[in-house]
């Protein structure tokens, strides 16, 4: 069985995908959430799942992991481990992305930049740009799931366990919103339209 067949098994067992009307962090909306910090839950489950990733980019020469909390705070460290090297997360002050609590990305440092689902990959160029600013070069963007469609364009190497092809909308052209279906924003980051 293939690393994307047993992500898949393993979101299955759990809890990580649901149905319903989801508005994401992107302000689409969507009948299916994949709420991948229950991976976490499974310290087994999710250190197989990272050490897949880690091996997407072995041949990078990482020099740091860096994840934007809180979803990806976990996922940093856990692929750091299987890097071997250090590990970061940013933060949102006055919604602006940071590195906070000694955190720097350094002139020169190679960093991957991770998240747990890409869908339109808006908080990753944050965090690319981010990482940029201090002078490091971003070697890669890694992710447990894409759901871009192929669409997300980091313009550095971009490696995920899992691809799926999960459906969202404009909120004016959101059937379920057309229908009268309650919305609910499950990810930790705030959207403001």
Same mark, same amino acid.
């Given at each position: 069985? #293939?690393?994307? /067949?047993?992500?898949? *098994?393993? !979101? ?34 999710? *250190?197989?799942?990272?050490? $897949? ?10 020099? $740091? ?21 250090? /590990? ?10 940071? &590195? ?5 990305? *350094? ?28 002078? $490091? ?15 997300? #364009? !980091?313009?550095?190497? &971009? ?5 799926? /092809?999960?459906?969202?909308?404009? *909120?004016? /052209?959101?059937?379920?919103? $057309? ?15």
């Amino acid at each position: 069985m #293939d690393i994307q /067949n047993i992500a898949l *098994e393993i !979101f299955r067992e759990t809890g990580v995908l649901s149905e319903g009307h989801f508005r994401l962090t992107s302000g689409r909306h969507s009948s299916q959430y994949m709420q991948c910090g229950r991976v976490f839950e499974r310290a087994d489950k999710a *250190e197989l799942l990272c050490k $897949a990733l880690a091996g997407l980019f072995a041949d990078k020469k990482i020099d $740091a992991v860096a994840g934007p909390a809180l979803g990806a705070m976990l996922m940093a460290y856990e692929v750091s481990r299987h890097l071997g090297c250090k /590990n970061m997360f940013s933060e949102r002050e006055d919604g602006d992305m940071i &590195f906070r609590r000694g955190f720097v990305a *350094e002139p020169g440092m190679r960093i991957l930049v991770v998240e747990d689902t890409v869908t339109t990959g808006g908080t990753v160029h944050e965090l690319i740009e981010l990482c940029r600013k201090g002078g $490091a070069e971003v070697a890669g963007v890694g992710s447990l799931v894409d759901r871009s469609g192929g669409r997300a #364009d !980091f313009k550095v190497p &971009f490696r995920s366990v899992v691809s799926v /092809n999960i459906e969202s909308w404009e *909120e004016k /052209n959101c059937p379920l919103c $057309a229908q009268g279906v309650p919305c609910i924003k499950p990810g930790s980051r705030q959207v403001t339209t």
